[in-house]
Every structure is written in C-alpha cells, then in structure tokens.
C-alpha cells in the first residue's frame, strides 16, 4: 500500500476541488458543494485503498466505486481523469454538462470508462451497490478468491439515504452480511433546502448498525483518520457504514457548510477566495505536474494486482467458464435446449397459468444457463421463480441461486441492476405485475442503462380475481410500453412463455418485463415451430382460409378470447383472423412490408387486452374497437370479471356488426 503524507495527500484533494469548481463555473451549472467536500475521503480512498488499473478500466476483480449522490459528478470526473482513465481528457472535463461530452450532469453508464452505474436519483447507487456485492460474494464462492475477490465502496450522500430505498438496500446487505460492501457516508448535514435537520432528525449510524452493518466515523477531512476507518473496514465480517465528517464547499470563504454551494456555481469572487484558503496558485484546469505524477501513480498502483490476477486465470481450468460469463455471452447449446424443449410442449400440450408455464421453463432454463440468478419479493409460490434445484442465495451459502428480497420491490429491482452491472450473473425477479409501480424508477435505469435484467411480473390483469382493485393492474401494461428501450412480454401460453425467456435472455441490450398470468389458458400455438415466432413481436397465431373481414388483436390471456369469437365470428359467416401480440416493442422493430402485411386492411379491426387502450391504436386505428378496461377493475372470481367488463368473445361478435 502507498502511504501519502497529510500534505500530499490535502494537495491531492485540492486538485480535484479546483477542477470541480472550475468545471461547474465553466458550466454555469453544477454542484461543487460534494466534491469539495469528500475530495480528501475520495483521495484517501482512490490513493491507498482502491484496487484498479486506469489502463484497464474493465478488468473483473477490481473493485467498484459507485457515487451514489450522482449530483456531485464531478468528484468522479475528477477522479477519473487525474488517475489516467484514457477518455476523461481535460477536454472532456472543460465540457462539462454540454452537448456530447461524457462528462454528463449526472454519471451515466456507458458515457465514459470508471462510471460503474447511472446515478442521480438518489439511493439508486446505494441500492445498487447491494447488487454488486451480491454478484461478487456468488461468483467468489464459485471461482474462489484466486478469480474473486474484490470490493464495492459507495460514497453516498444525505439525501441517498433519506430515500426509502435505501432503507431496503441496508437491511438486506446486512442480513446477508455482504461484507465486501464499504458506504462512506459524506456527512455534512446539507440538503438543497438548507440544513438536514429542517427536515429529519435519524440517527443513521445507528439505523445500520440495527440492520446488521459495522459502523464507523471519522473526521472526513483528515486523512489518517479517514484511512484508519478504510483499514479496519479490510477485515469486517459485516457491510461497513463509515460515517465521514465533512464540510460542503470546503474551502469556500462564504459559502461552505451550506446549501449556496449545493448546486450552484460559486461565481468568480467565491473561486478566487477558495484558490487562496486552499494554497492553490494555479490557472483554472491547470494541475501542476507533481500533482498529476502522484495521481498517475495512484492510478496505475493496481497494474501488478492485474497482472497476478491474470496470470491465474490462465493458469485457471475455470478459465473457460469464467471468460464466457464475464462477457455476457450464453452457453453454446442454449437456443438447441430451448428448441427441445418446445418440440415437447408441441408434443404434451398442458392448459397453464402462464406463471406456471415460466417455471417449468426455467426448470429447463435454469439448468443449462448456470448464471441466471433468481429471486421474488416475498411472492415465490404466487411468481413461481423459484425452479427445483435452486438453491438459497444467503449468508451461510453465496453459492446458491435463489434471493428471498423480502418485501422490498424497489430494492430488488434496484440490487437486480447492481447485478447486472457488474456481470457475471443474469438476474431475474419476481413480484406481481401491480407493483411495477413500486419498481419503476429502478427498471426505468434498467432500460436507460440498456442492462439484462429480467423482470418476472405476475397476475397481470383483472384474471387474478378475488384480491380485487388494489392488486389488478389495468394501467400498468400502457405505462411500461412507454418505457424507451424495455421489452414488455406478455405471452399466452406455455409456447410463447418459453419463446419470451428465450428473447429475454438473448437480449444483452435491455431489460424485459415478462407479464403472467394468474389463471390457467389454453394451449395456442399447437404446432412446433423452430423460428422464434415471438421475436416478431406478433404474427397471426390464426389465420384464416379465406380473405378475413374481421381482424382481431390480442395478447396474453385474451388471445384466447380472441380465438374463441374467431370460431363464432367464421361460423356465422365473417372470416376472422386472430394476431397475437406478445410484444409491441418487437413489433415494432420490424420492417415496414412486415407491419403492414401484419396490420391488413379489414373492415373490422379489434384489440382485446384485459387492461386499458393506450398502445393499441398502432394495430386498429383510432375508429377501431378496443375491448378491455376502461377503469379500475373489482374483486371476485375472475370468470366473473370478464364478464362483468364484457371483455368475452360475445363482445367481440357484436363489434365486428
């Protein structure tokens, strides 16, 4: 380990509160207050403590840095250019905040190289620093520490943990004693709108250390102190929480410790007042070069670490196993095991639930892909993601597959990400279909960040009966299509459930949400077919044998409503055809000569979906017939429902005249 002097390691942190401030000046827009204040816990932290390679940003068993108050960018950006990350040039510095640089008001997955995870709203990085943790602590009981062995240290701010995510991310990482985890608490008692008491009075130090975490503090602002708290937490048995002590804006004249410095610019006069409070004669954007060779050094001290780690891991008879799932790629056989498995549904059609049907896929899924990792919100036996030789994920066994989240949707979702993130893994969870609402700012990023997390949403409509309004999702089909960039799937049977985690999985660029059913539906799609019908986004699942006059669109359990008003529509004269919509996201990709031959031109155009109509006019037209919801739903049996909301296939007859 290097050991740096009180001094140079002040000098150190001073480099990154002039480039911040100078940033954010340069930007009209920003906020200088965090990085002025943790740049001495961020300098101790990077210089001593951090395993990383700049030339290497991307090398499996570094340790993760997640900022978690995302506002304070510029503490990051600072880091990563000063430690000699190859595409944060003091160009891309002076462009903070514009058009096109990767130096983004908030980080950004993706932008630059060093940026783990898309932070900003706040308790998202502490949330999914749980999820790195996890994925680390299971693939180390699987290669050994030979291949894993790393850290995920946090920097999170007072407004991360005052989001009510956070709370699920402690308790868990506590009860599952991640203690690869280290938060540094940047505890300065600031908010936007002044000072944290205004608004919350908790005790945070001890709110983790009752979740089960190994609790510290320091004076965020000395360095021997701050480093004595980092040593200790090496060998914790428990997630650390170190609380550093610490002024926003230090070094500002007027405006440290409080919220003027937050998230605004500190204007010239500030600037050259804090340049002499901190002894920094230099020009803005200029770091003398003493400064930049030790911050080199410290960037490039983890290049002997990487070189051993690569040397066992080719000396690893893991090695295979290890690479392949570290880039994301699946097993080589897995499309021909999907296929076997549809040629026996063709064989053994079963009328499910196509919640059922997703775990009898996963049986097969889990199996032969070794990385999936499962999990659902307290909802196993109701999700049924739980496949039969998956084991607990929990302190006593990381080798295990299967997480119990407990009622924490949010943080699921939120841990899910981490996981994905931090590769090696595939997690999948679940929990009902309502609850996407408490999801969804999580699987927002999911999509924004474009991750492989799979999201198992069941009782997807008012088909789930007795348990009533509070807990049949009429909205939440339309809400989650509007999502950019997420793979909404709502298949009807044991065929397209198996066809969408198939899509699911493949897709290395997105999250999907797979939408199941409560109640059981009758086999569809009877004959096997090899393509992948569902990557289409729809087909005719039924079509007729003479020119149709009636087209009806449906997805999931109202495919087969449709299919039933084809028979009657036929019988009485009125050739139909029936299209199923697995996923309109899929559609849509298609080619234009698809959709349109697709979509057809009959008079009577129909859509049934046991939710509301936002989304289908793409496939009817604003003159055509929507059959489903128009309001909340109501409780009982779920035969009933449908009947009592006239989504039945004698509705769809009187439509079509």
């Given amino acids: 380990m290097t050991h740096y002097s009180t001094e140079q390691t002040r000098h150190m942190a001073n480099a990154i509160r002039a480039l911040s401030m100078d940033a954010v000046q340069k930007a009209n827009s920003g906020h200088p207050g965090l990085p002025m204040g943790a740049a001495d816990v961020a300098t101790v932290l990077f210089t001593q403590f951090l395993k990383f390679d700049a030339s290497d940003p991307h090398w499996p068993d570094r340790d993760r840095f997640i900022l978690s108050a995302g506002h304070g960018s510029m503490l990051l950006y600072s880091l990563l250019h000063l430690t000699g990350y190859a595409d944060m040039t003091l160009e891309q510095i002076k462009n903070f905040r514009q058009m096109g640089a990767r130096t983004a008001g908030h980080p ?126 090496q060998h914790a048995g428990r997630p650390v929480l170190i ?16 919220s003027g410095s937050h998230g605004s610019p500190l204007g010239p006069d500030e600037i050259a007042g804090a ?21 080199r050094q410290a960037g490039s001290r983890g290049s002997a670490d990487r070189a051993a780690w690569t040397a066992r891991l080719a000396a690893s008879p893991k090695k295979e196993e ?137 009782h ?13 999702p009429v909205e939440h089909l339309a809400a989650l299509r509007v999502i950019p960039n997420l793979a909404v799937y709502r ?40 393509e992948n019908l569902c990557a289409r986004g729809a087909y005719e699942i039924a079509p007729s044998g003479k020119p149709a006059q009636v ?17 009657k529509l036929d019988a009485a004269g009125k050739p139909t055809r029936v299209v199923s919509v697995p996923s309109m996201e899929n559609f849509a990709a298609q080619d234009k000569a698809y959709q349109a031959k697709l979509l057809g031109a009959e008079k009577h155009r129909i859509a049934i979906e046991a939710g509301v109509r936002t989304g289908w006019d793409h496939f009817i037209g604003a003159d055509g017939t929507f059959i489903g919801m128009t309001g909340f739903g109501a409780s009982g049996p779920a035969e009933q429902l449908y009947a009592h909301f006239g989504i039945t296939a004698e509705a769809v007859v009187k439509a079509a005249g």
Wanted: hydrophobic fraction near 40%; charged fraction near 20%.
């Fill in 551 to 567: 087209v009806i669109f449906a997805s999931g359990s109202e495919v087969e409503i449709a299919i039933a008003a084809k028979a």
């Fill in 108 to 233: 950004e997955f993706g932008h630059a190289s060093g940026i783990e995870t898309t932070t900003g709203p706040l308790g998202q990085g502490i949330a999914n620093a749980v999820g790195f943790a996890i994925a680390e602590r299971h693939l180390n009981a699987e290669f050994g520490d030979g291949l894993v062995n790393h850290k995920t240290y946090v920097l999170a701010g007072d407004g991360c943990l005052m989001e009510g995510v956070s709370q699920e991310a402690i308790a868990l990482a506590g009860h599952l004693k991640l203690k690869n985890l280290i938060v540094l608490w940047d505890d300065n008692g600031i908010t936007i709108d002044g000072k944290v008491s205004m608004s919350d009075s908790t005790n945070q130090t001890a709110r983790f250390a009752a979740s089960g975490w190994t609790v510290s503090a320091c004076d965020g602002h000395n360095p021997g102190e701050i480093a004595a708290c980092l040593s200790a937490a």
């Fill in 322 to 458: 290890f690479t392949r799932r570290a880039s994301g790629k699946l097993p080589a056989d897995f499309d021909s095991v999907i296929a076997g498995y549809k040629q026996e549904l063709a064989k053994n059609q079963p009328a499910l639930a196509t919640r059922n049907a997703s775990q009898n896929a996963l049986d097969v899924i889990n199996a032969a892909v070794p990385e999936t990792v499962g999990g659902s919100a307290d909802l196993t036996g109701s999700n049924n993601t739980k496949s039969k030789e998956l084991k607990p994920f929990d302190a006593h066994n990381y080798g295990g597959r299967y997480i119990y989240y407990g009622i924490r949707e949010h943080g699921m979702a939120a841990a899910m990400n981490g996981m994905a993130l931090h590769g090696g893994v595939i997690p999948y969870g679940g929990t009902f279909l309502v609850f996407t609402d408490y999801c969804r700012p999580s699987i927002r990023l999911s999509a924004l960040m474009g991750v492989r997390a799979i999201y198992v949403m069941t």
């Fill in 243 to 258: 609380a550093c002590k610490t002024t926003i804006g230090y070094g500002a004249p007027t405006k440290a410790g409080t």
């Fill in 460 to 472: 997807d409509s008012i088909g789930l009966g007795e348990d009533g309004p509070t807990h049949q």
């Fill in 275 to 295: 340049r002499k409070a901190l002894g920094w004669d230099y020009e803005p954007f200029v770091i003398p070069k003493d400064l930049m060779d030790a911050w």
């Fill in 491 to 530: 298949p009807c049977d044991a065929v397209e459930t198996a066809e969408c985690w198939q899509l699911a999985l493949k897709d290395e660029t997105r999250p999907s949400v797979l939408a199941l059913t409560r109640q059981k539906l009758k086999p569809a799609r009877i004959a096997y077919s090899e």
